[in-house]
């Protein structure tokens, strides 16, 4: 009792002193995948404040969805916060939503849990060896969960972000939990799912989570759901559909071999050193617990176990993810895609029909055939002029503004950020077919919305290429690279590189005054995976910082997907040719939309 008491007032200690010291930390998004996101939370029972018998089951049974608020009523934070779930509550009870406090805290008492909740009617909970909070993956006396009527946590992180450590606002700006439930109640998914959850932090490494046989209802189904669906679906990009148990089986040989060996889902990105966080929010790859999970259901015979555990099944837009656009625009005519060989990149420059400047806060390309389409990069050009040239070929540096790749082919920009679409616009559709042994045709169109005001952030591209490349015969760890010195201080957003099929390795780093910060690197590139990697928070660049883009490419015969390991290789359009591409979005802040001037030419890189 004496070490519990120690360990408690440690925690409560380490949450006060932040706070006195000012050491500031906010909500942000996180990755959901390593984060709980689409687990389902076994039944927990225990005992309620009051002496009564409690089962998670029976609390959530008919109910449209759950919310469970770990709290300690000694922490600062949690105080403050008990007025906004006494809110939270009196909206939404009413509309099934059941709600749950519990208190990890070992030396907290029921009488202090009670004198906490003042208004608050909800369930009242003491999980004093942290078994419950350990299931749920709680990190902190803030941390707020939101289940589905199947207990799958479709959110988890904080309330809101009106306070955090070091600081208190009048009225919050983001409203997660809210946004959440709304979510759940309209049977969609929440847009944001995973925050941090600044509060005081809680030490659960001794205590054991409730224990659960993976069967394919209660644990695989979600897997599938959170990491597999998105391609493999009916419509989807994936070569077959895994949305049944029966898919799932048929296909276990192959989903066994690509788990084991990390192939999918597709994440590139290096793993975070000891005991940094996971910088991307669209981070996809598996846990190592929901790997070892995946596999121990094959290896225990794929048991389907209790049917009443499954999840709600996931729902898709039947034909744009990003809702109803506000344009589509569309190739004027079908591509021809042969059967067999290689096919030249098509390049096709349409008019949007613009009549004014708009603001971009969703863009989608879909091609009309996926099955045949690699990658579609879609540029925003400048109205045409009397007397202005076709541009040429070579132009993927400039107007990058939409892309699709197998797995990413929509983008929905945060509240408050906007991509400008000037009137008049062109757009021009690099696309690239890779013929799969049937005749076919395709006729890429894109899709957008608009906002209905100028946003606070404009987001822009910077491309770090360099097409003086130049990688010799043979050569297996060939180094290039492109840099630019920002003249302006940015905020930088996300990163999408872009080589063919030589190429290797690649990164992404700044030089500041401690030295060199790599902001991305990926190992293993795969060019069949053009990813597009988004930070959960923006990087701030200072005035006059170099930004570069590395890459190593391997022209030898130890790459099997080498056209020709004798070649000279330069830059080029076809898959046999290569590049050197590295986009980086940024803002400005302060909401000022002045441009970095176009990067300077260079003899050493050449970007």
């Not at 290096?270 to 996809?284: L, S, T, V, Y």
């Not at 760890?477 to 099929?501: C, R």
């Not at 986009?583 to 400005?588: G, K, L, N």
Request: proline share 8%; glycine share 8%.
């Amino acid at each position: 009792m004496r070490i519990r008491m120690v360990l408690a007032a440690a925690t409560i200690l380490a949450c006060t002193s932040a706070v006195l010291a000012a050491k500031v930390e906010v909500a942000k998004p996180i990755s959901p995948s390593h984060s709980g996101i689409g687990r389902w939370v076994p039944d927990w029972t225990g005992t309620t404040s009051t002496g009564e018998a409690f089962s998670l089951a029976k609390a959530a049974k008919g109910k449209k969805g759950t919310v469970i608020a770990v709290a300690s009523v000694h922490c600062p934070l949690s105080k403050k916060y008990q007025p906004t779930l006494v809110k939270l509550e009196a909206d939404y009870a009413k509309k099934d939503i059941a709600f749950v406090v519990v208190d990890p805290i070992a030396t907290d008492s029921a009488e202090d849990l009670k004198s906490f909740a003042g208004e608050l009617k909800a369930t009242l909970l003491l999980d004093k060896d942290g078994t419950f909070c350990k299931t749920l993956g709680a990190i902190s006396t803030t941390d707020l969960f939101v289940l589905d009527s199947a207990r799958t946590i479709v959110y988890r992180g904080a309330v809101d972000d009106q306070y955090g450590l070091g600081y208190s606002t009048d009225a919050p700006k983001k409203t997660f939990a809210k946004d959440a439930i709304e979510a759940v109640l309209a049977g969609e998914r929440p847009k944001i799912t995973a925050t941090s959850a600044p509060g005081c932090a809680l030490d659960l490494a001794s205590a054991k989570p409730l224990a659960q046989k993976p069967t394919y209802h209660n644990r695989i189904s979600r897997l599938v759901q959170q990491h597999c669906l998105e391609c493999h679906r009916k419509g989807g990009v994936g070569p077959f559909d895994l949305s049944t148990s029966e898919a799932v089986l048929a296909q276990k040989g192959m989903i066994k071999k690509v788990v084991d060996d990390g192939r999918m889902p597709p994440w590139f990105a290096a793993e975070p050193k000891p005991g940094e966080h996971r910088p991307f929010r669209n981070d996809r790859s598996l846990t190592e617990a929901d790997k070892k999970d995946f596999l121990a259901w094959f290896a225990d015979g794929t048991p389907m176990g209790e049917e009443s555990e499954a999840p709600l099944a996931r729902k898709f837009g039947e034909e744009w993810s990003i809702g109803k656009p506000d344009l589509v625009v569309q190739i004027p005519k079908p591509i021809q895609v042969k059967a067999t060989g290689i096919m030249d990149y098509e390049e096709i420059i349409v008019d949007s029909g613009t009549t004014e400047e708009k603001w971009v806060t969703a863009a989608e390309v879909r091609p009309t055939d996926r099955s045949v389409v690699h990658h579609v990069l879609v540029f925003a050009l400048p109205a045409k002029k009397a007397g202005d040239l076709e541009l040429p070929r070579r132009g993927e540096g400039q107007g990058y503004f939409a892309a699709y790749v197998p797995g990413n082919g929509f983008q929905i920009l945060p509240e408050g950020f906007g991509r400008k679409l000037p009137k008049g616009a062109r757009l021009k559709f690099q696309i690239h077919y890779t013929p799969n042994g049937k005749k076919t045709e395709d006729q890429v169109r894109v899709g957008f919305r608009f906002a209905s005001k100028t946003p606070e952030h404009e987001i822009r591209v910077l491309p770090l290429g360099n097409p003086k490349i130049s990688i010799p015969p043979g050569a297996s760890d060939h180094p290039e690279q492109a840099e630019y010195k920002l003249p302006v201080e940015a905020m930088i957003t996300a990163f999408s590189p872009h080589m063919h099929v030589r190429g290797k390795t690649c990164k992404y780093e700044i030089d500041t005054k401690d030295g060199t910060k790599v902001l991305l690197e990926v190992p293993h590139f795969d060019f069949n995976w053009q990813l597009r990697y988004e930070l959960s928070e923006p990087v701030r660049i200072e005035k006059n910082t170099t930004a570069r883009f590395l890459a190593t490419f391997d022209n030898s015969t130890g790459n099997p997907a080498n056209p020709d390991p004798k070649a000279t290789v330069t830059w080029g359009q076809q898959t046999a040719d290569e590049m050197l591409l590295g986009y980086v979005e940024f803002y400005i802040p302060g909401g000022a939309f002045a441009l970095p001037a176009k990067p300077k030419e260079k003899k050493s890189d050449k970007p």
